[in-house]
């Protein structure tokens, strides 16, 4: 695809301040641009790499107009907007409505029009797929589901339990839903299963990155709201519920009847406790483990910073010792209290 800078601007509302005849035909990197290119700058971290590129043309935030050597697209979020120019400039593919020879689909399914479905799929009885969507090679859905339209399995993705997916639903390789949620009973010492008898329920654009999981509910079901966004190897648990717009980082795990509000951000590899609440609008930093309810917006962190082994290994020998010591500053507080009392 190729587009005149002033024809990306209107489309991304980004302001143009000179005539240009520039075109361009993809997105690149500062560092790697060309005069086909267009590129973006958020911040003044890029300042220096602004300076230098070749770049036909730049989205920058206002305060670095000055320092930019290309034509400048002026945006309030220069980010978003590089975005929505890629989309421009980067369309996804389309695909011809068929179904593979290969491919096993129950008598019993409903199939939509503009329908691909492709090598090596399964799809069992009882099944709906709404119109034009897409199911990848090798994606198997072996339980009553419906898929809403527009939706795209990528390729090998598994529906192994009840489930129910919204409009424009991306599901990327190696995602499994409505698998068993880890359900067990303790018999003096030996695990026994609990049945998981719930569903998977999953809004409108809604994307779920590799490898992620979603467990299908014990008794009630596991939502996922719209527009939530969960990367690679993320492990959802069962009764779960992720509010609207919600985005889950990679490696991050939900312990099960956890309830995390909208528009929250999880941050990578964080670990969420069971049967907790998080509020609206909550911000977890990578890494976090969050073993209570948190009822308020903000950002939230927890673990300790990187630091070099040596201060570590002092830190980590010296936490064994935390108890000891609040107790001792307790004794110390009370014996001073006492001695004020007595003066």
Not at 116 to 122: A, L
Not at 299 to 305: E, N
């Amino acid at each position: 695809m190729s587009y005149k800078v002033h024809e990306i601007a209107r489309e991304i509302d980004a302001e143009i301040l000179c005539e240009s005849d520039v075109v361009v035909t993809h997105v690149a990197d500062l560092e790697d641009a060309t005069q086909a290119s267009l590129s973006f700058a958020a911040s003044n971290q890029y300042l220096n790499k602004l300076k230098s590129t070749n770049a036909g043309a730049v989205i920058v935030s206002q305060d670095l107009v000055a320092a930019c050597p290309s034509v400048a697209l002026v945006s309030n979020n220069p980010y978003l907007s590089f975005a929505r120019a890629a989309k421009l400039l980067h369309p996804e593919k389309t695909f011809t409505s068929s179904i593979h020879p290969s491919a096993i689909i129950h008598d019993q399914c409903e199939i939509g029009e503009n329908v691909y479905i492709g090598p090596n799929v399964v799809i069992s009885e009882k099944c709906s797929i709404g119109a034009n969507c897409y199911i990848g090679a090798g994606s198997i859905i072996t339980a009553p589901a419906t898929i809403g339209a527009e939706s795209c399995l990528v390729a090998r993705v598994t529906i192994v339990g009840p489930t129910i997916i919204g409009l424009r639903g991306i599901f990327h390789p190696g995602v499994v839903l409505g698998g068993d949620g880890f359900g067990l009973a303790n018999n003096q010492g030996v695990w026994e299963k609990i049945p998981q008898l719930g569903r998977v329920r999953i809004g409108d654009d809604v994307e779920v990155g590799v490898n992620t999981a979603i467990d299908r509910g014990a008794l009630k079901d596991t939502i996922i709201g719209n527009g939530v966004k969960l990367d690679n190897q993320v492990q959802i648990g069962h009764n779960v519920i992720i509010g609207d717009h919600t985005a889950v980082a990679g490696c991050a795990g939900i312990a099960g009847s956890a309830v995390i509000g909208k528009h929250c951000a999880i941050g990578a590899a964080s670990g969420i406790k069971g049967h907790i609440t998080i509020a609206d609008g909550v911000q977890i930093s990578g890494m976090s483990a969050v073993r209570q309810s948190i009822d308020e917006p903000g950002l939230y962190s927890s673990g300790t910073v990187l630091q070099d082994i040596k201060s570590w290994l002092r830190n980590a020998t010296r936490f064994k010792d935390i108890d000891s010591l609040y107790k001792r500053v307790n004794q110390i507080t009370k014996k001073l209290e006492d001695l004020d009392k007595g003066k």
